[in-house]
């Protein structure tokens, strides 16, 4: 990656990956998803396979994607060089896209580098990040640097180009997508609890001004180790990062999940550029960091816990939202939680036609209360347990349905399958759930709305 601080600064991305087919048949081609392009403004990218230009053709599977079609077969056991390079720019003035300036960038993590898919089929695997890999980042001299992975003893280069350096970083498995935040900034820093915050911000500020959001983001980061198992490689450290450039710094919170637990009309002033770094609007004042719990949650539960973290069904696909709404209760209070149960019961009708289909929105809202149903039936201590035991047990290989009921049942030592048909079954919710927080404006925990188990 090489960041050029032109007056129109530019982006560079040059991957190049060492392939050597380990399957028992040739291939013809190979499927891989690209950036975005609501996400990020980029020139047409290029591909050459050991040297020979390659074009790209959309995939007849997923629109989502595209396909390299080789020349020849690849054939088993043979290798091949691919190199695939992208030049991101500023978007036009009437694009959302992510947007940077002459002085400052970032990439977050999950959505700029290219993702190589393994071939379709049942048994079919490949496509994943080595364990292993180097992540080369060429910026100015004076940028701060932040990104995925350890940083390789070996001393920085100076290229003597404008005071350009280069840094090594090795990159992991548990490091799951890269991310890369740099710029020329003022730092400083706060202690939060167990967290010692990184404070980077375009003009000097009082560190105390954003005492409170610090406070705010250790407070949900000790929430979400608690409820879903600590973050691999978790150094303590975080980064709070005012945003280069405000277009495109956030992506649109207006999501369906997030209509029906928090509004329409939020107006974003932080959101998670990575595990460790929250991205954050300070032209109004110290920003409201309950605003990142939905990108907090996709942190948490994406690519490193699950590889088909965007296309679950339902509940399951809800796991994220519930994990947004648990963040927002450790950082507004619990008070939040039973308003946030009350909102999405509103959402479902009381009385649901049996055998009719159930409205997108119904079921979203259904989704997100089941979890809540969980932590009440078998309360937050076997709730947490049975997350943290299937999210480890499954890391890496995404994990459905059945896996839930299984971490369940292993903790909780009753039949959890039945609760779930309950739930997923049956139109609406469980009557005693909805009777439980339409009649009572006390603030429920888990434990204190723990139903009786039979």
Known sequence: MQFVPAPQPVIRIEGIYQL??????????LELRLAGRRRFHFSDPAAQWDKAALSFAASPD????????????????????????????????????????????????????????????????????????????????????????????????????????????????????PFIVAGHYVAGTLLAGPETVNLWTRSPQDPETLRQPSEALARAIQAYNSTFGVRPKDSHQLWIVECPDLVGCFTSTASNFSR????????????????????????????EIAAAAPSLASSWLGYGQNPGFFEQTPPLYALPAFAASRGRE???????????IRRLLRAIPANSAAR??????????????????????????????????????????????????????????QNVAQFVRLWMKHPGVPQDFRVRYENSAASLTPDTAKESIP
């Open 62 to 177: 997923n629109p989502r994607n595209v396909v390299l079609n080789f020349p020849q077969p690849w054939t088993v056991s043979a290798r091949h060089t691919l190199r695939l390079t992208v030049e991101y720019q500023r978007p036009s003035s009437n694009d959302t896209a992510l947007s940077f300036t002459p002085d400052a960038f970032f990439l977050p993590a999950q959505g700029w580098s290219p993702e190589l898919l393994p071939a379709r089929g049942i048994f079919a695997t490949g496509g994943v990040p080595p364990k292993v890999w180097d992540l080369i980042v060429r910026v100015p001299g004076n940028f701060l640097v932040h990104t995925s992975g350890q940083t390789s003893k070996q001393p920085e280069k100076n290229s003597g180009k404008a005071g350009e350096r280069t840094i090594h970083v090795k990159q992991s498995f548990q490091d799951g997508y």
């Open 260 to 287: 029906l637990t928090s509004g329409e009309n939020e107006k974003p002033s932080a959101e998670m550029a990575s595990q460790d770094t929250a991205m954050v609007d300070l032209s109004g004042g110290a920003p």
């Open 356 to 413: 009719q289909p159930e409205a997108d929105d119904v079921v979203r809202a259904k989704s997100i209360l089941f979890f809540y149903g969980l932590q009440d039936r078998y309360g937050q201590q076997v709730f947490s347990a049975a997350l943290t035991h299937m999210l480890e047990a499954r890391s890496g290989r995404g994990f459905d349905l059945d896996d839930l009921i299984a971490a369940f049942e292993q903790e909780a030592h």
């Open 330 to 340: 450790a950082v507004e209070g619990s008070q939040v939680r039973p308003q946030i």
């Open 20 to 29: 050597k087919n380990t399957g028992n048949q040739p291939l013809t081609s």
